[in-house]
């Protein structure tokens, strides 16, 4: 399984045929364990991955990584406000943290005032923030492993000694 996997998670287009080939499985074997690794929540979404600067008509989003400082609630520990803020829609990303803040999320919105309102209308607003820090992305290099830019090749040669 833990090779199928890795080979999904490389390359999410692979059919079961060619996962079969690399792994000396049947299709039909390939096929069963993904369809078992997709109903235990293992395999949760398949996705194109876009460099939002090279599509023609990029979507003009603003992100930000916002960093929450919270009062966890007695039973519940963080979990609680976790998920009334994961709930929101501009929320694309949500982690709990060590160190000097307790939750980071990532949220994307139309503009610098639509993000400043969610902030400070909706996020800081929450029974048990204690408190916000927002930082814009102004621009993504690499994320998930992904470089996002193209790397520059060196055309001079190399010299030996």
């Known amino acids: 399984m833990e090779e199928i996997l890795n080979l999904l998670q490389e390359n999410a287009r ?8 690399m792994t000396k499985k049947t299709p039909d074997e390939v096929r069963a364990i993904m369809t078992k690794l997709e109903k235990d929540g293992v395999i949760l979404k398949y996705a194109a991955i876009v460099n939002p600067e090279k599509v023609s ?6 992100q930000a990584v916002i960093e ?28 709990l943290m060590s160190g000097g803040y307790d939750l980071q999320v990532i949220i994307e919105g139309e ?3 639509e993000v400043a309102f969610f902030v400070s209308s909706k996020l800081s607003t929450l029974n048990g923030v204690r408190s916000t820090k927002t930082h814009f ?25």
């Open 14 to 21: 692979l059919s079961a045929e060619d996962i079969a080939a």
């Open 57 to 62: 008509e990029p979507k003009k989003a603003v």
């Open 68 to 95: 929450i400082q919270v009062a966890p609630e007695r039973e519940h520990g963080f979990d609680a406000i976790a998920e009334r803020i994961y709930r929101f829609p501009q929320v694309k990303s949500l982690y």
């Open 111 to 113: 503009s610098l005032q």
């Open 137 to 161: 992305v102004l621009k993504t290099y690499k994320e998930n492993d992904i470089l996002y830019v193209d790397e520059k090749k060196d055309s001079r040669e190399g010299v030996t000694a």
